[in-house]
């Protein structure tokens, strides 16, 4: 059974950072695009970043260029978003995808983590 778990969500204020965890079990993701997305109440799912399974390729949405970092770690199966110079826009659950092929398309991923809550205060 593949799994996807998010951790390292939480409380900061306008301009703290944080960085989210992604560890991936149930399968081997070392040869797996890996990326971030996030939906905000009321407004559709955006994308945040993606990192192709070698790590020699990523890209990011517009709203966070300049301010988060993806990385991975393929011998723990694990991927992270350092965030950093926070927003309260920022303020939605951050999910993390996981697909063998898709890259610029991940928002149609094979795997999708739970979910984690990325609250910013102003």
């Known amino acids: 059974q593949v799994k996807l778990v998010e951790s390292g969500g939480g409380l900061v204020q306008a301009g703290g950072s944080l960085r989210l965890s992604c560890a991936a079990s149930g399968g081997t993701f070392s040869a797996h695009n890996m990326g971030w997305f996030r939906q905000a109440p009321g407004k559709e799912r955006e994308f945040v970043a993606a990192?192709?399974?070698?790590?020699?390729?990523?890209n990011y949405g517009d709203s966070v260029k300049g301010r988060f970092t993806i990385s991975r770690d393929s011998a723990k199966n694990t991927v992270f978003l350092q965030m950093n110079s926070l927003k309260p826009e920022d303020t939605a659950v951050y999910y993390c995808a996981a697909d063998r092929t898709r890259y610029n398309t991940l928002s149609k991923a094979d795997y999708w983590g739970q979910g984690i809550q990325v609250t910013v205060s102003s």
């Open positions: 990192i192709k399974w070698s790590g020699g390729s990523t």
